[in-house]
């Protein structure tokens, strides 16, 4: 296997390869809020990161942009984007 190519056993931790989960946004503008996130991101904790991190920064940035700019919100078709519980929050 390649891992052992390169020195790790499987099931070995390995310190250098540690992941880290981070939540983020852009817009035409830049960059948005960037969320540290610990675990995986179920559907719950994903709406809560809209609700407390992801729609207040997005009601700012429009309010600052003329009333003729539209806003489309876009996500991939990961299954916490398009649980029910974020599609119901969404509408």
Known sequence: MAQE???IQ???FSTYRQA???????????????KRVEGT??????KQIL?????PELKALIDKEPSHV????QHDNASVHT????TKYLE
């Open 51 to 55: 609700i407390h991190r992801a729609m």
């Open 20 to 34: 880290r989960r981070i939540w983020g946004c852009f817009h035409h503008t830049g960059v948005g809020v960037l």
């Open 41 to 46: 991101i179920d559907a719950q904790a994903y």
């Open 10 to 12: 499987r099931g070995e």
């Open 70 to 73: 539209a806003w489309l919100f």
């Open 5 to 7: 190519r390169r020195g």
């Open 83 to 86: 649980a029910g519980v974020v």
